[in-house]
């Protein structure tokens, strides 16, 4: 990414870029930086492109036209699917050739880095995966935007922040902002305004509902439940992350058994510290046989829905009150 920013300072750009991963708050920085810094407003020579079955014929005969009184032309491709699949051949055989005063703008979700595409990208371009930032580097981003602000945060409160929020960058820009007007007057950021301030996450409340779960607080359990369909989370998806939550527990469980502290752990799962913070002391109270069994309840849960035995709002319902 270091790379994109070189370029937008010295304005020599490359041909073609691509930026993909699932960290969407990236992706959408770096791609605004660079429409603003090869064609800005401009109009007249940027062209927008996205989904599945474009015609590559017009994007090349836009690709071969000279800008109109400007110096570039820009062609941004967002979800196109080219880099997943066959499809692509004539763009591939096109990028040497084309102009220095056209650039491409990919903007993808997913790639597949053996595609014919993705090596021409690499080739005449530069290809940048946007991917999840890690605990230090979400709180050194964080932290320095509310240095910005005025405002202070110790590591103990910023964890409590990121442990609330997650780690999408947009949400966590969002209950930044949220925070910073809150402390209106005041420079140090305590646990009491994360508290009071921050919205907890989709995956914070699973987090509360598969406590509740297996410490048979059936009320807790079925009022989370409900929050959550209330933000129009679909049952599968709710079913999903609840099954996903045991099977995080067992394995902080097994790593811990190993003797493996809270970072050994994180660098062996892939998960920042402070959701393995969280998790381990659920890890501690929970049997390993108790973990089990509501791993094999999500999957017997998952098959009835599937099977049509059961609604899939039902089969999560008897789950939390462990009716199977």
């Known amino acids: 990414m270091k ?49 599945k079955g474009l015609d590559l014929g017009e994007i090349i005969s ?54 014919r595409l993705y090596k021409a ?54 209950e930044l902002e949220k925070l910073i007007s809150y402390t209106e007057g005041r420079q140090v950021i305590t646990d009491q305004d994360v508290d009071d301030i921050c919205t907890e996450q989709v995956t914070g409340k699973i987090f509360d509902m598969v406590s509740a779960i297996v410490n048979r607080r ?14 129009k989370e679909p049952p599968m998806r709710i079913l999903f992350l609840i099954a996903r939550q045991f099977n995080q527990i067992l394995q902080v469980k097994e790593l811990m058994a190993e003797g493996l502290g809270r970072d050994g752990i994180a660098a062996k799962l892939k998960l920042p510290a402070f959701v393995v913070g969280k998790t381990m002391p659920q890890a501690k109270s929970f049997t390993r046989e108790q973990i089990l069994s509501y791993v094999s309840l999500c999957v017997d849960a998952e098959e009835a829905v599937k099977t049509g035995r059961l609604e899939d709002r039902l089969a999560v319902e008897l789950l939390i009150t462990k009716r199977y």
């Open 3 to 51: 790379t994109i920013l070189q370029d937008i300072k010295s304005g020599e750009f490359k041909k073609v870029y691509l930026l993909y991963g699932e960290e969407a708050f990236l992706k959408k920085s770096y791609k605004n930086q660079l429409k603003a810094a090869l064609t800005g407003d401009d109009t007249m020579n940027y062209h927008y492109f996205e989904g």
């Open 62 to 115: 836009l690709a071969d036209t000279m800008p109109f009184f400007g110096e570039r032309r820009l062609l941004q491709i967002e979800d196109s699917g080219l880099f997943k699949g066959s499809g692509a051949d004539p763009l591939v055989e096109y990028l040497p050739r084309m102009p220095d005063t056209t650039c491409i703008l990919f903007v993808e979700s997913e790639v597949d880095k053996r595609s």
């Open 121 to 174: 990208v690499k080739a005449q371009g530069y290809a940048a995966e946007m991917t999840r930032q890690d605990e230090k580097q979400l709180a050194a981003w964080a932290g320095a935007i509310l240095k910005r602000a005025g405002r202070k945060i110790t590591a103990r409160t910023m964890e409590r922040f990121l442990a609330k929020t997650g780690d999408d960058m947009e949400n966590i820009r969002m």
């Open 218 to 231: 059936t009320r807790q359990a079925m009022d989370l439940y409900e929050d959550l369909l209330t933000l």
